[in-house]
């Protein structure tokens, strides 16, 4: 059963557009997925087994609290895969996530998740300087041009930040004002 969603996954790194729209739709449509119990809009196939489930779950709920359905992926042996399908209104997007803890750890963190997925998602559990976190983000969009989006979770807020939202001359001042806000 998981050898094929398995192999489901692993069509993703070779899809692009809406065929990998498509194909996201149609993982999270798979029936590996169920409900996980006690838990509102939260999917899950097989077990809780990755070691750091606690981690995906804590951000899973974030994101139901914001409007998301979660489905949580499994992790299958020899592909690179995200960790968590979002979806909203009929849009799926597939992210990395990324729990920040160390004061210093959030570049290290963004270049790990080159060649997973062009979505990542930052879990904010730590105090994390905004303009710091800033300049981070944008190296990470120059040194991945594959990039589309970088999410972060700080308590209840969610900030977006894509290729478009660096063409503004005042980035970094602008972020570092809504991360902190």
Do not use: W
């Not at 960790?83 to 997007?93: A, V």
């Not at 210093?104 to 710091?132: C, F, P, W």
């Not at 300049?135 to 989006?149: D, G, H, Q, T, V």
């Amino acid at each position: 059963m998981i050898n094929d969603i398995a192999s489901e996954l692993a069509k993703l790194h070779v899809l692009q557009g809406a065929d990998f729209v498509m194909q996201l739709k149609c993982i999270a449509s798979r029936k590996e997925f169920h409900p996980m119990k006690d838990e509102k809009n939260i999917f899950i196939a097989g077990g809780n087994q990755k070691s750091d489930f606690d981690n995906l779950l804590n951000a899973a709920r974030k994101a139901v609290n914001h409007g998301y359905r979660v489905f949580i992926l499994p992790n299958p042996k020899d592909i690179r895969t995200a960790d968590l399908i979002f979806e909203q209104k009929g849009i799926y997007k597939m992210y990395d996530l990324k729990t920040i803890q160390g004061k210093t750890s959030v570049m290290n963190r963004l270049k790990e998740s080159i060649g997973q997925t062009n979505h990542v998602l930052l879990n904010m559990a730590t105090d994390y300087h905004g303009m710091a976190l800033a300049r981070s983000i944008k190296k990470y969009f120059e040194l991945n041009p594959m990039a589309m989006e970088v999410m972060i979770f700080n308590g209840n807020k969610v900030i977006v930040v894509t290729p478009r939202s660096l063409e503004d001359k005042h980035f970094l001042y602008t972020f570092h004002k809504r991360y902190n806000k």
